[in-house]
């Protein structure tokens, strides 16, 4: 839910920098390890857009697939589960360098 | 009007982020050690605080800071070991968040503490998102739950600089795994430290006292 609200307040600051009427489309970046479950954050945008700059706009979510980077060789592969084993050395010292995004992208105005 | 296109890139939690610097710098400059509790609701937070500072509340300057959705029981159960606490009702948040930190900041006289806990409200999803300025979290399970709770959440594990498995003196009555469960964390997050500990039996205790007095120090 506080997601959903940051969501809102951002982009009714820009909008309002912008001297925007009406917010008529939010795109997000989601990571597929972000944290947040997309159909959550919906459900609360929805709630929470209401008697906002934003009521009534359309929420478009990227999924941002994940992508790990292993310690021991260097490999980058997309993790499967959440343990992070490399394919290639077995290695289980990987990082991720995608898939933790939870950013508001860009959007739409008039 | 014509529609225009603005590109923002912001994070959504960066607001939460730049508040969470400011008490990071906050706490650093008063020199104090800062763990963010974290579980699923039952793990014995509460228990393990109120038994850490009854044992070790004379060996450093102790302050907590306890998080629930609602009442102030957790509160009255750490002010009965004399250390000062203040509560946080986050009614209807999941988590506590570097706003409502740096309130609960402000009721304390920094310079007369040396390790502040804060004790998280019981959940293992939002409260990894949400960094509150501490110089690290500890993540705590108990043996009543499933061993797998690392796989099923395991963001909070890899962002967890130390593992509790509490309520050890149970083992005998509970098919928990505690051998699967140690593994199942540290494939997860291979940097953990592990402490397997009984708040009621006293059960290793000590090495997490350690721990808490000088290892985290360190980390």
Same mark, same amino acid.
Do not use: W
């Given at each position: 839910?506080?997601?959903?609200?940051?969501?809102?307040?951002?982009?009714?600051?820009?909008?309002?920098?912008?001297?925007?009427?009406?917010?008529?489309?939010?795109?997000?970046?989601?990571?597929?390890?972000?944290?947040?479950?997309?159909?959550?954050?919906?459900?609360? #945008?929805?709630?929470?857009?209401?008697?906002?700059?934003?009521?009534?706009?359309?929420? +478009?979510? @990227?999924?941002?697939?994940?992508?790990?980077?292993?310690?021991?060789?260097?490999?980058?592969?997309?993790?499967?589960?959440?343990? #992070?084993?490399?394919?290639?050395?077995?290695?289980?010292?990987? @990082?991720?360098?995608?898939?933790? +995004?939870?950013?508001?992208?860009?959007?739409?105005?008039? | &009007?014509?529609? *225009?296109?603005?590109?923002?890139?912001?994070?959504?939690?960066?607001?939460?982020?730049?508040?969470?610097?400011?008490?990071?710098?906050?706490?650093?400059?008063?020199?104090?050690?800062?763990?963010?509790?974290?579980?699923?609701?039952?793990?014995?937070?509460?228990?393990?605080?109120?038994?850490? %500072?009854?044992?070790?509340?004379?060996?450093?300057?102790?302050?907590?800071?306890?998080?629930?959705?609602?009442?102030?029981?957790?509160?009255?159960?750490?002010?009965?070991?004399?250390?000062?606490?203040?509560?946080?009702?986050?009614?209807?948040?999941?988590?506590?968040?570097?706003?409502? &930190?740096?309130?609960?900041?402000?009721?304390?006289?920094?310079?007369?503490?040396?390790?502040?806990?804060?004790?998280?409200?019981?959940? %293992?999803?939002?409260?990894?998102?949400?960094?509150?300025?501490?110089?690290?979290?500890?993540?705590? &399970?108990?043996?009543?739950?499933?061993?797998?709770?690392?796989?099923?959440?395991?963001? &909070?594990?890899?962002? *967890?600089?130390?593992?509790?498995?509490?309520?050890?003196?149970? %083992?005998?009555?509970?098919?928990?795994?505690?051998?699967?469960?140690?593994?199942?964390?540290?494939?997860?997050?291979?940097?953990?430290?592990?402490?397997?500990?009984?708040?009621?039996?006293?059960?290793?205790?000590?090495?997490?006292?350690?721990?808490?007095?000088?290892?985290?120090?360190?980390?």
């Amino acid at each position: 839910m506080s997601i959903a609200m940051s969501i809102v307040d951002i982009a009714e600051s820009y909008a309002k920098r912008e001297g925007a009427s009406k917010i008529l489309k939010i795109t997000l970046d989601l990571g597929e390890h972000s944290g947040a479950v997309a159909e959550s954050v919906e459900f609360c #945008f929805d709630a929470c857009s209401r008697g906002t700059m934003a009521e009534g706009s359309v929420l +478009e979510i @990227n999924r941002v697939k994940a992508e790990a980077l292993c310690a021991g060789c260097g490999t980058t592969f997309h993790p499967e589960t959440a343990i #992070f084993i490399c394919p290639r050395c077995g290695d289980i010292g990987a @990082n991720l360098v995608a898939g933790e +995004e939870l950013q508001v992208h860009k959007m739409e105005v008039e | &009007m014509t529609r *225009s296109v603005i590109t923002i890139k912001k994070d959504i939690l960066a607001k939460n982020d730049e508040l969470a610097d400011e008490n990071r710098k906050r706490l650093k400059e008063a020199g104090i050690l800062a763990i963010n509790l974290v579980s699923s609701p039952g793990a014995g937070k509460t228990s393990l605080l109120v038994r850490t %500072l009854n044992e070790i509340g004379n060996k450093a300057r102790f302050a907590v800071i306890e998080g629930d959705q609602e009442t102030d029981n957790d509160a009255k159960k750490i002010e009965a070991t004399g250390v000062p606490v203040t509560q946080i009702n986050t009614i209807s948040a999941c988590h506590l968040d570097a706003g409502m &930190m740096r309130k609960a900041l402000d009721t304390f006289d920094l310079d007369s503490i040396d390790t502040l806990f804060i004790e998280n409200v019981g959940n %293992l999803v939002c409260p990894a998102s949400y960094d509150l300025g501490e110089k690290m979290k500890v993540a705590l &399970m108990s043996v009543t739950e499933g061993e797998d709770k690392p796989l099923k959440y395991p963001k &909070m594990f890899r962002v *967890s600089s130390a593992l509790v498995i509490t309520k050890t003196d149970l %083992l005998p009555y509970v098919d928990f795994d505690i051998t699967a469960a140690t593994d199942y964390a540290l494939k997860i997050n291979p940097d953990l430290k592990v402490f397997k500990v009984s708040a009621k039996s006293g059960d290793a205790l000590l090495e997490l006292y350690d721990f808490i007095l000088s290892g985290a120090h360190d980390l």
